[in-house]
């Protein structure tokens, strides 16, 4: 009846379960609310902001915050609308009719849909069977397309695994494209391509204000890379499109970045509790992890959602996802969110195997 854009009709739409969990554990977010300072200072600041006029159009104030941290330019910096819109944007920018996309497989859900929206083809490198990303196979399939983008998620997204940086160096040796290294849970592995920026024009790091610095629902992610790439990004993107308060949000937040620290610490030693936890329940496999979340494995995973959804605990289910069969993953919460959800694994499995 319409008539819509072409190649519109193979497109899925991004879709989570918007269940009103009492224990939110499907989405990757930070557990808990701001530290203390955080909380005043971003009050103070939004309360502080003149509505009435439009955001800094350059967005200079936060691009030299994060280009002095990192002891580049701002012009090295691109702001996006989450880094979502960023991984669009660089899809716009790379790729178009006929061009190829590399993309690793499983790994974050919306890359190909990127693709395609950029008119462009994904061409999906498969994980190895424990998981890992081989970067010969990454290489090859740049190379064979040739392709005119690499995206890499690290650590990926559903799996949580870490590629080691010889590997993201050895893509970048051998790949003659952009690599794009997706960053969003770079702050709980303790590893980032961001040292690789100076020997590697090539390459592109994403990050996001969403996960360790718990600003999901502002929306802000920013990618790093060379200032002719970062011109080139900033065409495809709208003006205005990241709103005052979020930019005033995300500043604040790089401010007082240091105060974040102890609760990413608490994350990672929950995350190696609930593993620990998890890994001991018979008929459970739990992949090691560098995120604030856990992917694991069980046969009964369709029931066990269920179950867990009854009580009110919402993880995100993978297990019809190709590649995943059988695979659930749950985000690390507070050491109490946690704690429920580990109580409630085991008595689901405690009422299917009475010993
Ligand atoms: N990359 C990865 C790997 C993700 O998991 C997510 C969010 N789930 C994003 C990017 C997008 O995050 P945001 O747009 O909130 O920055």
Avoid at 61 to 85: C, M, Q
Avoid at 148 to 165: D, E, F, I, K
Avoid at 249 to 264: I, K, M, N, R, S
Wanted: net charge neutral; hydrophobic share 45%.
């Amino acid at each position: 009846m319409f008539r819509f854009r072409e190649g519109l009709e193979i497109l899925k739409g991004y879709r989570a379960e918007e269940g009103a969990w009492r224990i939110k554990l499907d989405a990757n977010e930070r557990a808990g609310r701001f530290p203390a300072a955080v909380e005043e200072a971003l009050r103070a600041r939004l309360a502080a902001l003149a509505l009435n006029r439009y955001p800094e159009m350059s967005q200079q104030r936060l691009k030299g915050k994060i280009a002095a941290g990192l002891g580049l330019k701002p012009e090295n910096v691109v702001i996006g609308n989450g880094s979502s819109e960023l991984l669009a944007a660089l899809c716009h920018t790379f790729g178009g009719a006929g061009r190829k996309i590399v993309v690793p497989s499983p790994s974050f859900s919306m890359y190909p849909v990127y693709c395609q929206l950029a008119d462009s083809q994904p061409v999906r490198v498969a994980l190895e069977d424990d998981f890992t990303l081989a970067p010969d196979k990454v290489a090859a399939a740049a190379q064979d397309g040739p392709a005119s983008l690499v995206l890499v998620c690290n650590p990926n997204n559903p799996t949580g695994g870490l590629t080691p940086a010889a590997a993201i160096e050895q893509i970048l040796r051998d790949v003659d494209c952009p690599v794009a290294v997706d960053e969003a849970y770079g702050e709980f592995s303790g590893q980032s391509a961001l040292d690789l920026m100076a020997k590697y024009p090539r390459l592109i790091v994403v990050r996001t204000f969403s996960k360790a610095y718990g600003l999901a629902g502002a929306r802000v992610g920013y990618a790093v890379m060379a200032e002719e790439i970062a011109r080139a990004v900033e065409k495809v993107l709208l003006p205005y499109h990241v709103n005052a308060l979020s930019l005033a949000a995300a500043e604040t937040v790089f401010d007082l970045a240091g105060e974040f620290g102890p609760g990413l610490a608490e994350t990672v030693a929950e995350r190696e509790r609930l593993a620990a936890g998890l890994g001991g329940i018979r008929g459970v496999t739990v992949f090691p992890s560098a995120t604030n979340f856990l992917l694991f494995r069980t046969a009964p995973a369709a029931e066990l959602v269920q179950e867990l959804a009854a009580k009110g605990i919402g993880i995100r289910d993978f297990s019809r996802t190709p590649g995943l069969a059988g695979c659930l993953r749950v985000t690390i919460g507070t050491s109490a969110e946690n704690a429920a959800f580990l109580a409630a694994v085991r008595d689901f499995f405690q009422g299917r195997c009475p010993s």
